[in-house]
């Protein structure tokens, strides 16, 4: 069976456990996921299910999406796909995975998902650098500052840090405990933070 799923975030809570001690968690609806494909070493050079998740209309797939998933005997067109090579017992191609099938309570998993973009942001918010001094004709407040060098070798080296485009980042968070399973609903109440904002898609893995 699969050690991961596809799911997505739905936003940060509070539960209680049996000491009355508050756990801030996440919760996150997870599957239920269709096995999309089951790949080999023999045929594909690595062992790998990929799994799909999140029902779409059709127009919005192309037809070798469709078709690729309609081979699996899924008729219902899905938005996400994504591999897991950590896996046991090989489910078959079609199969439904639901975070109950995977998951169990004090389980300790790892999720990743897609930061929080925050656009073109300078030195002091993206690194945390200090800056200059706050008072009036210093001229010199949230700048970067010098970076440059002399004639040799004339030129900022690579890695400098500087201004520029921060966040929407692949971030994994690891050693989360799952506290809580709503079978119902497909909920998975993990505690701790999660990347990303509310209803961005994550891939929940156990460890």
């Known amino acids: 069976m699969a050690k991961g799923l596809i799911g997505k975030k739905i ?3 509070q539960i209680f456990d049996e000491q009355g001690n508050i756990i801030p968690v996440t919760v996150l609806e997870v599957g239920p996921c269709a096995v999309s494909q ?8 690595y062992d790998a299910i990929q799994l799909a998740y999140q029902d ?3 127009k919005h797939l192309t037809k070798g ?3 690729h998933l309609t081979k699996a005997g899924i008729t219902t067109p899905k938005r996400v796909l994504k591999e897991f090579r950590n896996f046991g017992e090989e489910p078959a191609a079609g199969a439904e995975l639901k975070a109950q099938d995977v998951f169990a309570v004090s389980d300790i998993v790892k999720v990743t998902g897609t930061s929080k973009g925050k656009g073109f942001q300078g030195v002091i918010k993206r690194y945390g650098h200090h800056g200059g001094p706050g008072a009036h004709g210093s001229r010199f407040h949230r700048h970067p500052g010098s970076m440059g060098s002399n004639t040799t070798p004339g030129r900022v080296f690579k890695g400098r840090k500087l201004p520029g485009r921060m966040g929407f980042d692949t971030k994994t968070v690891l050693n989360l405990k799952v506290v809580r399973i709503h079978e119902a609903e ?10 990303g904002p509310a209803n961005s898609i994550i891939t929940i893995e156990k460890i």
């Open 65 to 67: 999406q469709v078709g």
């Open 11 to 13: 936003g940060m809570s």
């Open 186 to 195: 497909n909920l998975v109440f993990v505690s701790g933070s999660v990347p």
């Open 38 to 45: 089951v790949k080999s070493a023999a045929t594909d050079g």
């Open 56 to 58: 779409d209309k059709e």
